[in-house]
Every structure is written in structure tokens, then in C-alpha cells.
């Protein structure tokens, strides 16, 4: 069984260009939560997406980030024009259904550094 | 909202030896925790959660956590651990009833020598 792919697993950045990060969730997952993990802190919750709908942002700084979940496809995490700031390891999780205290799955993560 | 306190950064260990890592939580409503293990350069990995019902709760790998409500506590211990148990562990809340978004504390970094 294929466990939450993120891809790409490290990348960089010059400050000013466009991120892409993706993440296909667990089989069988509808629900994709993205986090993001800064140097020694904890992870923090960005945003929380079913297909086609994003459910809460409430974490989503408000500009230069999206997302999106499409019908078909991976999810993908967008940043634009980055600064030094958005060096961070960015997780995805997923889940079957959006119910409180189901188990989320991660992935592996993407290490974003912003040169 | 909710937040998670891990006051401990870093647990210095003897192999063998018990462990307990401690995590704290405040909430104005009634929530769910979660423990997590992150080996280096590794995602997540759920170790156990409390939902409801005993209040303690066993997990993988030998790790068990006591649900404390008048404390708010969800402290983590393994009676023995082992050099592969060195890792980063996180304590994590989500809202029961609503979207399970979670909140993590900031990790407490174990280190297990020989």
C-alpha cells in the first residue's frame, strides 16, 4: 500500500520564483491536510482540502500561497514569488474522511530552500 | 483554539532506561491527542491517540500515554527504551466534532545513548 507521496523531496528556490509542491494522498483518502515544519518548531497547519473544495484556510498566510485538490490529480501546495522567509519543510497528511480524530497519514515532506 | 506545550526541547537518555515525555494542552472545548514520531528526514508517524473511553492508552513500539483531564496532561512513557527509539515526538490536539485539523506543541527531541 503507497503511503502519502510528496514530490519533489527537496527543492530550491532564488527568491522571487514560484514553488510547486505536490502531494498525492494515501488510496482511498479524500482529505488532504498541508503543514508547514520551521527550523526547531513544530509543525502548523496551513490549509485542509477535499477534491475540488478547500475546507480551511484559516492557517494560509494571505497572499503569495495556494492550494488546490483537483478532481483528478495530486494536490498541490503553490507559493509564489518566495523569499527567504518560506525556507521550511512542508508536510502533507491525508485522511479517508474529514472527522475529528481519525489518524491523518504523512508524508515524507518537501524541503523548501529559498536561496 | 487550542495550543499544545511540550516543555521539554530535549530528553537525554540511558538505553534501558524509562522515559516519560510530558505535554500539556489548553482548550475551551473538548478535543482529541495525539502522539507522533519523527524519525530524521521522515514524515509523521501516528504512535497513539486518546479519543475516549480508559484514559490509558498503549501504542507501537512499547510507548503508552496517560489522558489527565483535570491536568489537561497527555504525557508519553515507555518503560525501556532502546537506541532506535531516539527521535523527534510530538504532541498534537484536534477539536472533537469538527474538521481534524491539528495542533502540534513544538516537539521534544529524544536521545537515546548507550
Known amino acids: 500500500n503507497a503511503g502519502v507521496m510528496q514530490n519533489p523531496r527537496h527543492l530550491v528556490r ?6 510547486r509542491l505536490r502531494c498525492s494522498p494515501m488510496k482511498g483518502h479524500s482529505h488532504v491536510y498541508w503543514y508547514r515544519q520551521l527550523p526547531e ?15 480551511d484556510e484559516s492557517g494560509m498566510p494571505k ?3 495556494s492550494a488546490e485538490f483537483p478532481k483528478e490529480g495530486p494536490s498541490i501546495l503553490r507559493i509564489q514569488q518566495v523569499v527567504r522567509g518560506d525556507s521550511a519543510a512542508y508536510f502533507c497528511a491525508s485522511s479517508p474522511l474529514g472527522q475529528a480524530g481519525q489518524p491523518q497519514h504523512f508524508g515524507d515532506g518537501t524541503r523548501l530552500s529559498i536561496l | 483554539a487550542q495550543s499544545v506545550t511540550q516543555l521539554d526541547s530535549q530528553v537525554p537518555v540511558f538505553e534501558e532506561a524509562p522515559v516519560e515525555l510530558r505535554c500539556n494542552y489548553s482548550s475551551s472545548v473538548s478535543v482529541y491527542l495525539f502522539w507522533y514520531v519523527q524519525y530524521p528526514n521522515q514524515g509523521l508517524q501516528l504512535l497513539l491517540k486518546y479519543l475516549s473511553g480508559s484514559t490509558l492508552v498503549k ?6 500515554a496517560e489522558f489527565n483531564k483535570s491536568q ?10 532502546h537506541i532506535s527509539d531516539t527521535a523527534e515526538y510530538f504532541c498534537a490536539v484536534s477539536e472533537t466534532g469538527t474538521a481534524s485539523k491539528l495542533t502540534f506543541g513544538t516537539g521534544t527531541r529524544l536521545q537515546v545513548t548507550l
Do not use: C, D, W
Not at chain 2, 59 to 64: H, R, S
Open chain 1, 41 to 55: 518548531e513544530g509543525l502548523k497547519f496551513m490549509v485542509y482540502l477535499q477534491k475540488e473544495n478547500i475546507i
Open chain 2, 59 to 64: 501504542g507501537i513500539n512499547g510507548f503508552e
Open chain 1, 63 to 65: 497572499e503569495r500561497f
Open chain 2, 72 to 81: 489537561t496532561s497527555f504525557h508519553l512513557r515507555k518503560p525501556s527504551v
Open chain 1, 14 to 19: 532564488r527568491r522571487g520564483q514560484e514553488a
